[in-house]
């Protein structure tokens, strides 16, 4: 199995930016699906973007399009999420997940976990 470490979260205003990472170690990260979730305080955990393994297919969720970039650098197992023109809705906790198969939007469809990093942004 992988283990997922996030980081990069912190406070930050509206308008500016953050870049999240995901360490991986353990199995091959090239070989997993990775995805970004977040889940605010007392709402369900959501899903934000997936990328492939390879890199080269991404799905977002509709609102963070255009603000937000997935990205993988497989040498160096690691996932980052750099998020532009943040809003305070943005504000929870961020996790990273690996999946083995297809590009799910769904967290069930990823069986590893990060224990997630927080990301608040103040209006």
């Known amino acids: 199995q992988v283990q997922l470490v996030e980081s990069g979260g912190g406070l930050v205003q509206a308008g500016g930016s953050l870049r999240l990472s995901c360490a991986a170690s353990?199995?091959?990260?090239?070989?997993?699906?990775m995805g970004w979730f977040r889940q605010a305080s007392g709402e369900e955990r959501e899903f934000v973007v997936a990328i492939t393994s390879s890199g080269l297919s991404t799905s977002y969720k509709d609102s963070v399009k255009g603000r937000f970039t997935v990205s993988r650098d497989n040498a160096k197992n690691t996932l980052y999420l750099q998020m532009d023109s943040l809003k305070a809705e943005n504000t929870a906790v961020y996790y990273c997940?690996?999946?083995?198969?297809?590009?799910?939007?769904?967290?069930?469809?990823?069986?590893?976990w990060g224990r997630g990093t927080q990301v608040t942004v103040s209006s």
């Open positions: 353990g199995r091959t990260f090239s070989a997993y699906t």
């Open positions: 997940a690996a999946a083995t198969v297809g590009l799910p939007r769904d967290k069930n469809g990823y069986p590893y």
